[in-house]
């Protein structure tokens, strides 16, 4: 379903070996090509978890952009499909920005397209991986951004207000 955001054209959405519906590419998707771009409303934390009291399913899907505040489909009954991307410990895109979702290599049709959910999220976030990648951190909570091997890892792919904390922990 589109409502706010984009997904590329060569992308669809599919049943994940991971968790749930997952974005697949359709055919080849070369590195550096846009995969999808998260529109809909910004939420401050306190209106996140007022929805989530009534609707906890909707925690899954908003993105962290600032201290405090998400961006998140606009309705709760109209999930975009850009925001059924799923998390890998070892993934083959990653953000650019704020809401933007690039290749960070190349992508052979079929294959499931994940980014690392710890590139723009700190806050509100735990859960089991089951990424399956030999890399993979088992327990994800928002905490990674901190290690130097996990900046060094995603130094192209680290969301801007991430990059923010980080400066500003200097
Ligand atoms: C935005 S949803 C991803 C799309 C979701 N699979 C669906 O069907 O709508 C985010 C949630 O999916 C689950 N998820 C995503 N990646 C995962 C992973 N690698 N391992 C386990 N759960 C994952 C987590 O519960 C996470 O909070
Ligand atoms: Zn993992």
């Not at 959405?13 to 809909?40: C, N, P, T």
């Amino acid at each position: 379903m589109r409502v706010d955001s984009y997904l590329s054209s060569n992308c669809y959405i599919g049943k994940s070996g991971i968790e749930g519906l997952g974005v697949f590419a359709k055919k080849k998707i070369k590195k550096g090509d846009m995969i999808l771009i998260w529109g809909g409303r910004i939420l401050s934390s306190a209106e996140l978890a007022n929805i989530v009291k009534k609707a906890p399913e909707f925690d899954f899907f908003p993105v962290e952009v600032a201290n405090g505040f998400y961006i998140a489909p606009s309705n709760i009954h109209q999930i975009d499909d850009a925001y059924r991307i799923n998390h890998s410990c070892n993934p083959n895109a990653g953000i650019k920005g704020q809401t933007l979702v690039v290749a960070r290599k190349d992508i052979h049709a079929g294959e499931e397209i994940c980014f690392d959910y710890e590139t723009s999220d700190i806050i509100n976030m735990s859960f089991i991986c089951t990424c399956g990648s030999k890399f993979c951190r088992k327990k994800i909570n928002g905490n990674s951004w901190k290690k130097k091997n996990f900046q060094k890892k995603n130094t192209n792919f680290l969301s801007i207000y991430l990059k923010e904390m980080l400066r500003s922990q200097i």
